[in-house]
T-cell receptor, first 113, second 112 residues
Framework: DQQVKQNSPSLSVQEGRISILNCDYT??????FLWYKKYPAEGPTFLIS?????DKNEDGRFTVFLNKSAKHLSLHIVPSQPGDSAVYFC????????????FGTGTLLAVQP | DAGITQSPRHKVTETGTPVTLRCHQT?????MYWYRQDPGHGLRLIHY???????DKGEVSDGYSVSRSKTEDFLLTLESATSSQTSVYFC???????????FGEGSRLTVL
């Protein structure tokens, strides 16, 4: 049973436009959410996180939105750049199991010049 | 740089042979993790450790064992490798003050 779902395997956007990556979760105990970025042949790197006490967190071009009632989070990248082309994973954990991060299946973002 | 080194980075082996992957960290972090990455499955937790000799199972622990005899080393062992264990394996450590994980560069294992 996939507790964290990324239903779009891939996304293609034009440089300068907004990229929106989506993530849904089923476990209502999750209260901390993260996004990771992964380039080929490298390990995932942390991008941005959000606690369930917030509904938005912003860091430069990256903003994560959390809708707890819908069990949905999204990552907005504005403006998108070719260097943003990578696989993006969302991940979640609960305060009862802070040491376990559960990841989604990933979305491959391609930013076209 | 989180100071994580995985070895070997690439390995090809045959079905039924034992394989050990090593994760080495230089920053004395308590928590260490092994994940595998597969197309369509994302990153799945195999085992993790919360201290020397303290380990616990993750989502996909069958066929894998781990050991941690020193803080800096976390070993993942496939006692008898199968083709379904062909994957990219990532080691990670947990940041001291946050819930973030920092990943190594991965070990690509092919079981023929």
């Amino acid at each position: 049973d996939q507790q964290v779902k990324q239903n779009s395997p891939s996304l293609s956007v034009q440089e300068g436009r907004i990229s929106i990556l989506n993530c849904d979760y089923t476990n209502s105990m999750f209260d901390y959410f993260l996004w990771y970025k992964k380039y080929p042949a490298e390990g995932p790197t942390f991008l941005i996180s959000i606690s369930s006490i917030k509904d938005k967190n912003e860091d430069g071009r990256f903003t994560v939105f959390l809708n707890k009632s819908a069990k949905h989070l999204s990552l907005h990248i504005v403006p998108s750049q070719p260097g943003d082309s990578a696989v993006y994973f969302c991940a979640a954990s609960s305060s009862g199991a802070t040491n376990k991060l559960i990841f989604g299946t990933g979305t491959l973002l391609a930013v076209q010049p | 740089d989180a100071g994580i080194t995985q070895s070997p980075r690439h390995k090809v082996t045959e079905t039924g042979t034992p394989v050990t992957l090593r994760c080495h960290q230089t920053e004395n972090h308590r928590y260490m993790y092994w994940y595998r990455q597969d197309p369509g499955h994302g990153l799945r937790l195999i085992h993790y450790s919360y201290g020397v000799k303290d380990t616990d199972k993750g989502e996909v622990s069958d066929g894998y064992s781990v050991s941690r005899s020193k803080t800096e080393d976390f070993l993942l062992t496939l006692e008898s490798a199968t083709s379904s264990q062909t994957s990219v394996y990532f080691c990670a450590i947990k940041g001291r003050n946050t819930g973030e994980l920092f990943f190594g560069e991965g070990s690509r294992l092919t079981v023929l």
